[in-house]
Structures are given as C-alpha cells and as structure tokens.
C-alpha cells in the first residue's frame, strides 16, 4: 500500500507521482500511527497490493477501511471520482473491495510467487500504466463502460477448428474465406489476455487501439468545445473496462458487471471469429444481447480480423476529400447537431472505429460539461494511492 501525492491534483499529466510509503516518509520518533493516519486524510488517491497476507493483517484492513471511511462515510454513494481506491491484486482476493477497481495483471500472470525480480518487463509496465492512468485520469474524466467480448489465445487454440457449429461455417472454412491460412496463423492474433486480441491483422492489441482512440477523441472533443465555449472547462471521457470476473466469476459476479452496460453511453466492442467460444457465445446469448442491447446509448462494433486492401483505403481518402461535407459527418461527427442520421460502414480499420466511436461518445458531451474553470480548480489538497 503506498500514498501519492501531486502539486496540482487538477494537472495531473504533466505531474510528478510522489508516492508516501510508509518506511520511507515515516518519521523517527513521534508516534507512527497518527502520523500515518494524516497521511491517509491528507492523500487522494489509495493503491493496495493485495495478497493472502495482507487479508490476514488487521493493520493493513484498519489502513484500507480507514480510508473508504474518510472517502465516503458512511459508505452511503462511494468515493468521489476524485478519491479512488485501487487494488493490485497479487494474490487472493476480498469481497468486501468489490466495489473498488481492481488491477489483475498480475495476479492472472501467477507473478507473485516468484518475486518482483522475475516479472516481467512488458507486464510490470502495464500495471505501472493502469495504476498512472487511473490516478492521472480519474481527476477530470467521465467513466465510459466498455467490454471486449473476444478469447484468448488458450481457449481458442483448442477449438475444433473443422467440427461445424449449430449455425454457420466451421471456423476452418470461414478463415480460408478470408485468406487466412489456418488456426495457427489466427493464433498469433490473440495472447494471453483478452485484452491482447490485435484486430484489422495490426501488431497493436486492442487496448492499445482504444486507449489511442480514446485520447484523440478527447483532444478532438475539446477543440470542438472550445469553439462553442471558450470558457468552459475541459471534458474528458476514460475507459471502464469490466472485470475479467464477467468471464470468470459465478452468475452475481456476471451480472454485476453486466450492469454497467444498461444504461447511459456504453461501447461492446465483438470479435466476430470468438463466437466459436462456447464461452464468447454463452455471455453474448444469456448476458450481453438481452440486457446492454436494450440501452438505446449502447453501440456495439464488430472489428475485422484483417486488415482491409489497398483498394477500400484509396477509395475511402477519396471520398473524404471530394464529397468531405459527407463523409466528415461520420468521420468526425458534429456533438451539437442532430440533424444527421448515424452512418453505418465497415469497421475495418482504426479510422472507421474512431468515428463509431465519436458517435456514441460525443452526444453525451452535453450531459458532462462542468461549471466554469474559476469554480473547478480550487482543490489543492494532495493525491493519494
């Protein structure tokens, strides 16, 4: 567990994250424990690294419980966004941090076990981010709710790529259409994690598309706002991806993290080739399309597992620069103006995703603005995390 704080929690980017850990920044002699619980008043933001040991410490509990208590008492309504508790889950789990946002990564890699000297880089570095986006985000964005419904590498690699489904081509059959060769030239698509599933046949994964998206969106967004209202203060949008428990967890866990996706602007965003998951399909059926699909805010994208020909790219730039009145109105649609009806394409590419994804996002924007700059960055007390 360790306690962050920023000069400017209201500018956070280009902030230095100084975390308070409590062999570091105790001070010899005065009692630990008030000092200590200063700090938790003081702080914004609380980051625990939950293990089995940590369940069985009545201190470590007393800290967390301690800080829920001061964030929201009562626990009527949850922390502010401002005030969040984060969990690394290393090892073990507890139910009654449910609520919070947890950090898997490393509990799924089976990392602890082996010591910090042996995580690895690229896996250590996704957590860092997570942890570096939470904190740095959670300030002045709006959670979007988001869920990716694909495989893993794992449970796709055992799939009986030639036995027909009840509905459809074998999977053999469907990949020879596209041009792909076989399953395992599919495999190198997927990883571990779903979130390590790379679309449009790119050596991004599809976090990494969407948090790219998500950051353009957002600049784009801001300058059409500063248009309208050069006074008004920035508005922003993250990604709420739900747990890995929608599917792992038993049918309360699923149904929680179903929630989410009922109401208010939501994203789904399909890999068609996972319908072979027994798994994929059973979600989708039970959970997905009989409860998020009737949210009229909801959209659900389907991505190509291949990237699209030369051909469809040069005619689409040719569109967009001869018939641009057209074509920038799904590109880059307008926020205020509901004259223009939604546009449907062929989510081939990062381009065609972005502006999907401008349509579901920016006719919220208007439900997210916030009062004046001069009313909003008063907050000076420190982060905590």
Known sequence: MCLLATKDPFETRGAQLTPFLDRENLRAGPRWEPQLLGALRQSRHLVALWTSAAEES???NSEVYRFAEIVDPGGLGGPAPSRQILVVAL???????????????????????GG?????????????????????DVEDSIPVPLLVVTTTRERLAEIDS??????????????????????DQLLRHYGERRAEWRPFGSQADVEAVLEGLRNEINRELGEMLSIEDPDAAP????????????????????????TKLMRGPAV??????????????????NWIAPRAFRNRDAFVLVLTPFSLPASSLKLRDAIRQM???VAEHFYRPPVFDPRYARSSAQIGDQADLKGWLMMAIAPHVTTWRRPQRSTVWTRTDSTYA
């Open 91 to 113: 090892e073990g789990d507890n139910d009654a941090l449910r609520p919070y946002q947890w950090i898997t990564d490393l509990r799924e890699a089976d990392a602890y076990p």
């Open 162 to 183: 030639a036995a027909e489904p009840a509905s459809g081509p074998s999977l053999d059959v469907l990949l020879q259409s596209l041009g792909i060769e076989n399953k």
């Open 116 to 136: 910090v000297e042996q995580v690895n880089e690229g896996l250590w570095r996704r957590v860092v981010d997570r942890i570096d986006r939470s904190i740095r």
């Open 323 to 325: 018939a641009r009145q």
């Open 235 to 258: 508005i922003r949008f993250r990604w709420d991806y739900l747990r890995e428990e929608f599917w792992t967890g038993q049918e309360e866990a699923v149904a929680g993290q179903t």
């Open 58 to 60: 009545s201190w470590v």
């Open 268 to 285: 789904i965003v399909l890999d068609p080739l996972a319908f072979y998951d027994d798994l994929v399909r059973d979600r989708y059926a």
